[in-house]
């Protein structure tokens, strides 16, 4: 797994949702009763950022057409089919911060002849 980043969990005090920059849609970091959360951040619909959007509990509504995402899970919960769901990251809190990181590994192998 790679390390994306950190962010420190008193940013993420109440209904805060902060971004973690990774290229290329960045990661959108909260916690849900106290667990820490982290899904893609750009909206699978329009790309819309949803750091920007509104939170209600575990779900974050996009800022531009109000899709619903659970924030622990990535899953689209209306409308539903609509789009894809958000990549999930892992989140893990350690002493005072909440480390990121991305369960997806790219192996590129040399094409041999």
Known sequence: MKH???VPIEALAGDALALLEYAP???LVALVNGVPCAIEDSCSHAGASLA?????GFIVAC?????RFDLRTGELLSPRRA???QRRFEAV???????VYDPFTLVVSPVLP
């Open 25 to 27: 849609h960045h990661v």
């Open 63 to 67: 800022p531009l057409h109000a899709y």
């Open 4 to 6: 994306v980043g950190v």
């Open 52 to 56: 920007t959007g509104h939170r209600h």
């Open 93 to 99: 809190v350690v002493g005072d911060m909440v480390h």
């Open 83 to 85: 789009c894809a769901h």
